[in-house]
């Protein structure tokens, strides 16, 4: 039977669990776990993630708050602003969205973060404490494929992954997770300099795609059972929607899907997780604010 990797379904799910828990800090006095986001300029998706986090916040019982600045910011106020939520011992735990304007060193002002408010995983401190497996804030995307695949029970121990894309805040920390002891993949990690790659992508038992090209695993790149799953988010104009647009991802799913034993389908797929898994690392650093078990 097909399953439909259903992340939309399941991040509810989590986030009751996670509003419970708060919950049950809260009716003991604590104050509610508080997730920061810096955001700097226009940019229409990043003002929509960052929205979407502020509100699944709240539905879990969060303080939330969104730290806007202008196009014009230069690194240095930047930084500045990054020390104050450092050293604020009200925030658990905050994010900067990227990209960031082009003037502005995106790993500099990820390098300022520190690590243990650092709820997105992207500091070389919690990458490398990932890598070595130790305690880390992981990043919040490969978080999610992890608990997409346990969750729905996807077997994984000796399972052939291939991952497309070698990202630093996808494919790159989903190919270590995915290989690590207790997930136990066979991981072969993909990149555009790949030869041959469908000959490897239809090895795939698991396929991750993150590679930020439109619909571009076709079903001739697939086996017959494999488990799917689509990171790729692009929004395309059609004029059939009262929004003007829809959303597809990496995967041409009007032709891959039936050949899947389980897929992500997108939108409600991957992205839900992804928030969710910026819920868990928040609850996370909280936690350890108040050493709580
Ligand atoms: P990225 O930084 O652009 O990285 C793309 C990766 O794909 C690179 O490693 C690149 O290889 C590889 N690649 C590009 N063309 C290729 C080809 N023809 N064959 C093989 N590999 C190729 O992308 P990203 O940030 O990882 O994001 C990927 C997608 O996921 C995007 O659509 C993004 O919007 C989406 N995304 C979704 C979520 C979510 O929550 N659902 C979160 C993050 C990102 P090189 O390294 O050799 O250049």
Known sequence: MQQILDGKALALQIKEEIANEVRQHTSRGLRPPHLAAIIVGTDGASQTYVANKEKS??????TSSVYRYPERTTEE????AINFLNSDPDIDGFIVQLPLPKHINEQHVINAISPDKDVDGFTPVNIGRMVLGEDAFI???PMGICTLLERYDVPTAGQHCVVLGR????????ANLLSRKGVDCTVTLCHS???NLAELTRQADILVVAIGKPEFVTADMVKEGVALIDVGIHRIADETRKSGYRIIGDVKHSEVDKLCSAFTPVPGGVGPLTIVSLLQNTLKAYKRTFKLK
């Open 57 to 62: 916040s709240h539905e879990v019982g969060f």
């Open 167 to 174: 990202s630093n805040i996808v494919g790159t920390p989903a």
């Open 139 to 141: 990043p919040a995307t």
């Open 193 to 195: 300099r790949t030869q």
């Open 77 to 80: 106020e930047l930084l500045e």
